[in-house]
């Protein structure tokens, strides 16, 4: 067995799998006393808003969500290769409420299905740096009965590309910027931060059994993307 292939497969089982090979053309100059690897941890936090309205009661929810992605990224030749650690929920709350006011229904984050999924996906050269790419997947809502499920649209970054353009989630950016692009010389510092935030909205017409809803959602994100040299 090839030396480099049997360090890749016995640190791709330490780390609890391997996520990706970047491509070949990806070239990163590892300076002759400089970093070989680093831990990266990726934090996203989210709060937000939603409504239905299809000529009843209207159904609302607000929610706060934070998550972070924990592994390893390692300089291999041309390539970096990227493991994955862990993903941890750090805060999850969601109240809905339907109903006339006195007479309301209450459901939480406690009567859904599902939680919210933290996905890294890459890390793409952006000279001069490198560009993060996350999905950050929401759950369906309503909670209440209703004709219809829909997932809430959670944040996600720019290099995301979406099989409806129209509907792609850059469209919908009211302020700031989802690019999350790391300065190379990040890489070659004891410890890098760096924090992004930016704000959506978007309204849009979804069916519902024989008829339509108004879907309106809105959020503001915050991606918090940290390096520890080793």
């Known amino acids: 067995m090839a030396k480099g292939f049997g360090r ?44 239905l309205r299809s000529g009843g009661a209207p159904i609302t929810g607000e929610y706060t969500c934070r998550a972070r992605w924990e592994g390893s990224l390692e300089v291999d030749g041309d390539d970096f290769l990227l493991y994955h650690t862990k993903t941890d929920i750090l805060e999850w709350r969601l109240e809905e409420k339907t109903g006339r006011p006195g007479s309301e229904t209450v459901l939480e984050e406690k009567d859904a299905d599902d939680k919210p999924i933290l996905r890294l996906n890459y890390v793409l050269k952006d000279e001069p740096g490198v560009e993060v790419d996350f999905d950050f997947l929401g759950i369906p809502v309503p909670l209440h009965p209703f004709p219809v499920k829909v997932p809430l649209e959670f944040p996600s970054t720019n290099a995301r590309r979406d099989l409806l353009p129209e509907l792609n989630y850059i469209n919908f950016i009211s302020r700031g910027s989802n690019r999350v692009v790391i300065p190379a010389s990040d890489l070659g510092r004891p410890a890098a931060e760096r924090k992004f935030s930016w704000e959506w909205r978007r309204a849009r017409q979804v069916a519902a059994g024989t008829g339509s809803c108004l879907l309106t959602e809105r959020h503001a994100a915050a991606a918090v993307v940290s390096f520890i040299t080793h």
């Open 8 to 51: 890749r497969f016995v640190r791709a089982l330490a780390g609890a799998g391997l996520v990706l090979f970047l491509p070949a053309s990806f070239s990163y100059s590892r300076p002759p006393a400089g970093p070989g690897w680093w831990e990266i941890r990726l934090t996203v936090t989210v709060k937000g808003t939603y409504s």
